[in-house]
């Protein structure tokens, strides 16, 4: 049974800079305001992510009559990043919650959410850390599953998962008790056996929406099964699970060159001197840039060569954040090392960019064993 064809924009060959365009004016008049206290863990901006939704930054890449196309998804998210590095990582949590029910085979599960999820009205997130870092021998499973009518109860706990609320879902992965493999599902956070419990502060990220996520005999029903088995799912997600993550650096690059040129007037006599200029950056954002677009134009291809070329992107955007990051505090000297400077902000959000699964290792082993 092939996956559901969900409703989007008209495909073409450019993605629609509408959507791009309209998720930046948001991003500018109602995101940049709650910046501050996102970073802080006070503010979680669940009525903008909603209005993003409602523009169209959440349903761009739903699969169109088998076709899927990440650009619009990932230039939206960009978009999103250069203002808040916290709500770019929401924009991916809730982009690839999306991703899960438009390419399942459960058509129950596809027409009761898929609507719901690429425009905004119900919210969720991702728990495939654990299953990623899993299926590259990290660590193991750390949900288990066992066969009943109608479905599976599931057990277990999860450290981490972002993007969640009382009334939100997300998609992970169990492993069966009786050895009969994997299955992903959705987890509902309304249910009453799965408890949210906060997590400790974080050097950021706070306002995203993190809990520790603990199972206590969760009734799963078929209806929420996502794929059983997981593994040939997980293997046609994968590529647009890791490509979609590149909006998160691509905006934040951006505003670190932003940060290094505002800079420029009152520090570039003295900021000449450092080895890593504006200009270096630019170009390296274009080249990470066109690559982004060029992968994201066919998230589906199954060769060895574009997987890895997935895996040496994400790679090198992250490792390009941090450095851009870097860049930036140095441009910006003591006035960047102020609270209230988002140069220190950038620093902090970059590094999530670097270890975020597939973190910077965990990446560098996948190259090594592909």
């Known amino acids: 049974m092939g996956s559901l064809a969900l409703s989007r924009v008209e495909a073409s060959d450019q993605p629609a800079p509408s959507i791009a365009g309209e998720v930046a004016r948001i991003a500018r008049e109602q995101l940049a305001p709650l910046a501050v206290g996102i970073d802080a863990g006070t503010v979680y901006p669940a009525d903008v992510l909603r209005e993003l939704g409602a523009v169209g930054a959440w349903g761009s890449h739903v699969p169109y009559e088998g076709p899927a196309d990440l650009r619009c998804a990932i230039q939206a998210m960009a978009a999103i990043g250069e203002v808040c590095g916290s709500t770019a990582f929401m924009a991916w949590c809730q982009n690839t919650l999306v991703w899960y029910a438009a390419n399942s085979t459960n058509m129950k599960l ?10 905004g009205r119900v919210l969720g997130g991702t728990g495939l850390s654990n299953p990623m870092k899993s299926f590259f021998g990290i660590e193991k499973l750390k949900l288990k599953g066992r066969k009943v009518d109608g479905g599976y109860i599931v057990r277990g706990a999860l450290p981490w998962v972002s993007n969640l609320g009382a009334d ?14 994997t299955v992903m599902f959705l987890a509902d956070c309304s249910d009453p056996a799965i408890t949210l419990t906060p997590c400790k502060p974080f050097l950021a990220m706070d306002g995203t929406g993190t809990y520790g ?6 009734f799963v029903p078929d209806d929420l099964i996502l794929a059983d088995p997981a593994g040939p799912f997980v293997k046609k997600i994968r590529a647009g699970f890791i490509l979609l993550q590149a909006g998160m650096a691509l905006g934040l690059i951006r505003d670190c060159i932003g940060i290094m040129d505002e800079v420029d007037n009152p520090l570039g006599h003295i900021n000449r001197y450092l080895p890593q200029q504006p200009v270096h950056f630019r170009d390296l954002f274009a080249e990470l840039e066109a690559e982004t677009m060029a992968l994201a134009r066919d998230p589906y291809n199954e060769e060895e060569t574009y997987w890895r070329k997935v895996i040496a992107l994400r790679l090198r955007a992250g490792e390009a954040s941090v450095a851009a990051a870097h860049a930036a505090m140095l441009h910006c000297g003591a006035r960047g090392y102020l609270k209230s400077h988002r140069a220190q902000r950038r620093l902090r959000e970059a590094y999530f960019v ?16 592909a």
């Open 354 to 369: 670097a270890i975020v699964t597939p973190a910077t290792k965990q990446l560098r082993k996948m190259l090594a064993d």
């Open 213 to 218: 996520v603990q199972f206590r005999d969760v």
């Open 110 to 119: 596809a027409k009761r959410f898929g609507n719901a999820f690429s425009t």
């Open 168 to 181: 939100h879902y997300f998609g992970t992965i169990f492993e069966r008790e009786d050895d009969q493999g």
